[in-house]
């Protein structure tokens, strides 16, 4: 079969990619529970569906940005190139064109972007291409990547695309596909809803032989057969009482979905699509009652975003940032997902403005609020005062003790020398609180 499929590829120009991508059902594709599966019908399985819209929903709505390090401070790159809010040209969709490149990574070997250039060389528009499509080779002249198309109708240099995988083996040019290296335990999954669909769409529990005394025709096996379905096969007709006549009797064969662990073996197939996927079940909807505390959800957030989201994200900014001149580069901020409840997030707000390395204003960003006029100032510590008056602080210190010392009976001038003040007129009156020590009361 595949011999024939193939035979004449060049002539019909048709390669391994367009055969895998169309969804063909060949034997070479499908999987030990004989059910086909690759990156085109994987979303049918709901559990990949789950994982792959929630992680490329979550990050095709961080927030992104250019910006450019001077003097090790992060400032807006500025002007913004106009491909990074609209990617695919005017009116296009920053989190449409995101989405489509997380979904590749996911399904695929990897996001392959094709790069618009203007008269100048300047990038002006990125176009997700299917990667189904393209395979990766290197020039036999200069050894430089090239990306191919459909088998060769069409040739991309490497200047001209982003080439995004989420893994890589050592010395392969191509990513690995997760759905093909996985693809047994996929369809493990596929098999499975398929036979729950059709477990009910027979009846829940009338799966058996009709045992009749005698002999019967082909055609009378047929008429008891039909009539028996038409009672009781459906959904919608489960469970009902059957009557059969004529000394007929019905003996069940088959098992419920309970007897069968078909609920445990879909529960299953569930957690590990998520664990492929480095998604949290709890996320996807699939949590064992009591298996999870609120404390122990909330951990799970925080190491999706480190363990899950971050290596996606890193890629992503990496890649884009070879389009930007200079020192500038991509950054899509995750900090609004690492932010806890409003109670924590005050507590953490307050040590930051309290220790001095957060001002009013830069809070005040982080909440959508607008700046207000003396919150750009750092604040310190000790008295929660303006940073540029710590030294008056020290200074009153010094004073006081001073003072005190003063008024204990030692020399001003010593008292002064050793405090490191400098020595300040006096105006000859004394303080009825110093008197001379001859006249000192016992």
């Not at 078909?262 to 699939?286: D, K, L, T, Y």
């Not at 909440?367 to 008295?383: E, H, I, T």
């Not at 010392?405 to 020398?417: C, K």
Request: net charge neutral; hydrophobic share 40%; with cysteine.
């Amino acid at each position: 079969m595949l011999g024939r499929l193939f035979a004449g590829a060049e002539e019909r120009d048709l390669s391994y990619q367009q055969v895998w991508g169309s969804g063909i059902d060949v034997s070479g594709f499908s999987t030990w529970s004989g059910t086909a599966v690759n990156a085109q019908n994987s979303l049918q399985i709901g559990a990949v569906y789950a994982c792959v819209r929630l992680l490329s929903d979550t990050i095709a709505a961080l927030p992104t940005d250019t910006f450019v390090r001077r003097n090790g401070d992060r400032v807006p790159f500025r002007p913004r190139p106009l491909w990074v809010m609209e990617p695919d040209g005017p009116g296009s969709s920053r989190i449409d064109y995101m989405q489509q490149v997380v979904v590749s990574m996911l399904l695929s070997h990897g996001a392959v972007i094709q790069v618009l250039r203007n008269g100048s060389g300047e990038p002006v528009a990125l176009v997700p291409l299917d990667p189904t499509r393209v395979d990766i080779r290197r020039n036999k002249q200069t050894r430089a990547r090239e990306f191919v198309i459909d088998g060769g109708s069409a040739v991309l240099p490497a200047d001209d695309v982003l080439y995004i995988s989420e893994m890589r083996r050592p010395g392969s040019l191509k990513g690995v596909s997760r759905v093909d290296e996985v693809k047994q335990t996929l369809g493990l999954a596929k098999a499975l809803d398929e036979f729950a669909s059709r477990y009910f769409s027979n009846g829940a529990n009338t799966s058996g032989i009709i045992e009749f005394p005698g002999n019967l025709t082909a055609e009378q096996a047929k008429e008891l057969v039909d009539g028996y379905e038409a009672a009781h096969k459906g959904l919608g007709k489960a469970h009902r009482p059957g009557v059969l006549s004529g000394g007929a009797k019905f003996s069940p064969t088959g098992s419920d979905a309970e007897h069968a662990q078909m609920i445990q073996s879909r529960q299953f197939a569930v957690e590990e699509i998520a664990r492929i996927f480095r998604v949290p079940p709890h996320m996807i909807g699939s949590l064992v009652p009591g298996a999870a505390s609120y404390a122990s959800v909330e951990q799970n957030a925080i190491q999706f975003v480190r363990y899950s989201l971050l290596p996606l994200v890193a890629k992503i900014e990496e890649a884009h940032a070879r389009l930007l001149p200079g020192d500038a580069f991509l950054k899509m901020n995750m900090d609004g997902l690492l932010r806890g409840d409003s109670a924590t997030q005050a507590q953490i707000f307050s040590t930051a403005l309290q220790a001095g390395y957060m001002s009013v204003n830069d809070i005040r960003r982080l909440m959508d609020m607008r700046p207000v006029d003396g919150g750009d100032v750092v604040r310190v510590p000790l008295a929660n005062i303006d940073l540029t008056a710590a030294g008056l602080v020290e200074q009153r210190e010094r004073v006081e003790m001073a003072s005190k010392l003063v008024q204990s009976g030692y020399s001003p001038e010593q008292v002064l020398a050793a405090m490191g003040l400098p020595s300040i007129p006096h105006s000859g009156l004394a303080s009825n609180q110093l008197q001379p020590a001859e006249n000192a009361q016992v």
